[in-house]
């Protein structure tokens, strides 16, 4: 059962913008802890930004100022608004939502990843 789907991945020219969204399903509220993360090749997954419930963000230094994280909890669908992109933003992006689980701890599900290609 899928439970978390990003989309709006795509090729974008450098300076460009672009808005992934994030789709939770299946008692995963993006209410919840969330966040945006990315995996360039050959390199190792890292945040890109993180929101807690009390909506406090963090971002990566290389994205402040140019992306913002926000959430529709009435659509249960979470964004992330990328502009003025580089081509160092290339990367596949995951979104991670928190399910909370009565008498267990929160558990991570992460979303299949979308594909960003910011070239020329």
């Known amino acids: 059962q899928v439970q978390v789907v990003e989309s709006g991945g795509g090729l974008v020219q450098p300076g460009g913008s672009l808005r992934l969204s994030c789709v939770a399903s299946?008692?995963?509220?993006?209410?919840?802890?969330m966040g945006w993360y990315r995996q360039a090749p050959g390199k190792e997954r890292e945040l890109v930004v993180e929101?807690?419930?009390?909506?406090?963000?963090k971002y990566a230094d290389s994205v402040k100022g140019r992306f913002t994280i926000s959430r529709d909890n009435a659509k249960n669908t979470g964004y992330l608004q990328m502009n003025s992109l580089k081509p160092e933003d290339t990367a596949v992006y995951y979104c991670?939502?928190?399910?909370?689980?009565?008498?267990?701890?929160?558990?991570?599900?992460w979303g299949q990843g979308t594909l960003v290609t910011v070239a020329a």
């Open positions: 299946g008692r995963i509220f993006v209410s919840n802890s």
């Open positions: 991670r939502c928190t399910k909370i689980q009565l008498g267990r701890p929160p558990l991570d599900v």
């Open positions: 929101i807690t419930s009390g909506g406090v963000t």
